[in-house]
């Protein structure tokens, strides 16, 4: 009993760490109560199972909204990697406190490198360092250790409390890390990153759908349109940079590239304000496969080109090995595959170059962090959301990219077709931002960043990688050579 009480308060203080609640810093409480019932509990698998189980349904509850048959995989099977954890966390008990800190920081190290990349290509919904994102300064330090960086210093802190609990004294394993996160938090404060470039004037247009929720007849030709009277509000010559977000175009009769007329439409725009265009759309390109691509339009009005979204959501966008679906009736509600794109495409607006992540893929550090190592100055986040009404996916989504911001130290403009739409700057401030369904044109002055790389985009998941070398390392030495008797909880039950 008390091994799943202690996961799910566990989980319940880590859901609180994110929106709609945002109070970061119970991170550490909750991984250091996880931390303690594996280092103590009778059953760490389960804790561990539990906590996963509870924490991803507490975080991502706003799945249901899509039925039973989207939520449940989702959090069974990547709770699965939190029950893995406690089973391999059950064989460090009797380590000494100090291996047994390593065993836990690199531990959560490896769960989270793993659960980002597997299965069908991982979920980083929720890892430990997002909740950073509300902290101008641990923002700011973000540019150094990117988001799983700041992951494994909570997991470091959370361990070192276990451990001088369990001491009953301060020991190197808690005030080594609390140091280490005030450097980092001064350094943040004192040198954020900013992009000082030259300045790029950008509008957002946020036409919604004629039908938020629910599909209607011409659904995407009617949310076309509206983005294109929109866009017929803004004023020649005022900004250098329109942005359409993703499904503001597409499908069967309203894509820019299948059908001439929509694209000489928006190329008339283009060339009417004098900028550069960024129109989200998805393509079919046969019965079974299809594209999700942002398309390009110069000043001119034609197109230049297009970036294709590389990272699919698995049973919303494909279904992974197909066949072996067949029988789920809810599936036939995604008959194509989409196509991945194979590659990072930049965009030169004379300003300078502009790189985009589609809608999931901008969860995914390593996609902006690509786009900006290979000379992106200013990244566009085009999302729809348009599925989930008055929840916190977008301010979940938006933290997620406040974190993008700071860690590549990029302005940033993250533009929904339904809602929420912002712009945020390299240290992660966010902007004017939209409501949900609201029909509206925001604009902002950004800058492209004309510094060279951030720590971060060169050297990406160097903490983690350093925290699972020591995980490795303390293995290899035997550390449990140098175990003794388990620790005993004050609150454990008697034999």
């Known amino acids: 009993m008390r091994s799943i009480l202690t996961g799910l308060v566990g989980a319940g203080l880590m859901v609180a760490a994110f929106p709609p609640y945002r109070w970061g810093v119970l991170v550490v409480v909750a991984l250091a109560l ?12 389960l804790t561990g199972w539990v906590f996963g189980l509870a924490f991803l349904s507490g975080l991502v509850w706003w799945v249901s909204e899509l039925g039973l048959i989207a939520i449940a995989p989702l959090v069974g099977v990547f709770s699965v990697h939190f029950l893995v954890f406690g089973w391999l966390m059950a064989k460090t008990r009797k380590w000494s406190p100090g291996c047994w800190w390593v065993a836990a920081v690199g531990g959560w190290a490896l769960l989270e490198v793993v659960r980002v990349r597997f299965p069908v290509g991982g979920f980083e919904w929720g890892l430990a360092g997002y909740p950073m994102s509300e902290y101008a300064w641990a923002r700011g330090a973000s540019q150094w250790i990117g988001t799983t960086g700041w992951g494994v210093v909570l997991a470091a802190i959370a361990a070192g409390l276990v451990v001088a609990l369990e001491k009953r004294r301060a020991v190197p394993w808690l005030w080594a890390p609390i140091l280490g996160a005030a450097g980092l938090l001064v350094g943040g404060a004192v040198a954020p990153a900013v992009a000082t470039g030259p300045e790029v004037r950008v509008a957002i247009v946020q036409g919604s759908t004629p039908c938020p929720l629910t599909h209607c007849p011409d659904e995407r030709l009617l949310t076309y349109q509206q983005h294109l009277e929109l866009t017929k509000t803004i004023p020649a010559g005022s900004v250098d940079l329109v942005v359409w977000s ?7 009769n309203a894509d820019p590239v299948l059908h001439p007329e929509i694209g000489a439409a928006i190329g008339a725009e283009a060339a009417r304000i004098g900028s550069y265009f960024l129109v989200g759309g998805d393509r079919p390109i046969s019965e079974t496969h299809w594209i999700n691509a942002n398309v390009v339009f110069g000043p001119d009005g034609e197109i230049v080109g297009e970036y294709r979204k590389r990272h699919p959501v698995p049973f919303g966008e494909y279904i992974p090995a197909r066949p072996l679906f067949d029988w789920i009736s809810a599936l036939s509600a995604v008959p194509r595959d989409m196509i991945r794109g194979a590659e990072v495409v930049l965009f030169d607006i ?3 170059r502009i790189g985009s992540v589609i809608s999931f893929e901008g969860a995914f550090a390593r996609y902006s962090r690509q786009t900006i190592g290979l000379g992106g100055q200013l990244l566009v986040v085009a999302t729809n959301e348009g599925s989930y009404e008055f929840t916190s996916v977008s301010d979940q ?5 406040r974190m993008r911001a700071a860690e590549t130290g990029v302005d940033v403009v993250h533009s929904a077709v339904t809602g929420k739409s912002t712009f945020i700057t390299a240290g992660g401030r966010v902007g004017e931002t939209t409501g949900f369904t609201d029909q509206s044109v925001i604009r902002a002055t950004l800058r492209m960043r004309n510094a060279g790389p951030t720590l971060y985009v060169m050297f990406g998941e160097w903490v983690q990688t350093l925290a699972i070398a020591g995980l490795l390392i303390a293995t290899l030495n035997r550390c449990r050579s140098l175990r003794g008797s388990a620790p005993t909880s004050p609150i454990s039950p008697k034999p």
């Open 34 to 45: 996880l931390f303690w019932e594996l280092r103590t509990g009778r059953h760490p698998a």
């Open 246 to 252: 993703e499904g503001s175009t597409g499908s069967l």
């Open 350 to 352: 004379g300003t300078g």
């Open 397 to 401: 989504f938006i933290g997620m990219t």
